[in-house]
């Protein structure tokens, strides 16, 4: 069983900067890919970023690129997600999610375990 505890949110202005991280325990770190995903009020939850086990392929939405920047620290079984930039359409409960195996997924039925979220709210 692996769990997974995010947190970092916030409220902060337009054009501010935040780090989401997600602790991770239960099982061998490494092995799982890793990915953050979000769930504005009133709409799906759409995906983010991902990261493969070893932090060398990475994806991102494109509605992030450029702006969030997604990696992992295995030796401290933590998994980071900085956001630059922020606007209001980044507001969101934001979720970080679990995965065996290495192929990277923007489907969030692909992911087998979710942290218990954490609230971004970003002021015009």
């Known amino acids: 069983q692996v769990q997974l505890a995010d947190s970092g949110g916030g409220l902060v202005q337009a054009g501010d900067s935040l780090r989401l991280s997600c602790v991770i325990s239960?099982?061998?770190?490494?092995?799982?890919?890793m990915a953050w995903f979000r769930q504005a009020p009133g709409k799906e939850r759409e995906f983010v970023a991902s990261?493969?086990?070893?932090?060398?392929?990475?994806h991102y939405a494109d509605s992030v690129k450029g702006r969030f920047t997604i990696s992992r620290d295995n030796a401290e079984n933590t998994v980071y997600l900085r956001m630059n930039s922020l606007n209001v359409e980044d507001t969101a409960v934001y979720y970080c999610?679990?995965?065996?195996?290495?192929?990277?997924?923007?489907?969030?039925?692909?992911?087998?375990?979710w942290g218990q979220g954490t609230q971004v709210t970003v002021s015009s």
């Open positions: 239960g099982r061998t770190v490494s092995a799982y890919t």
């Open positions: 999610a679990a995965k065996r195996g290495s192929l990277l997924r923007v489907e969030s039925s692909a992911y087998e375990y």
């Open positions: 990261i493969s086990w070893g932090g060398g392929t990475i």
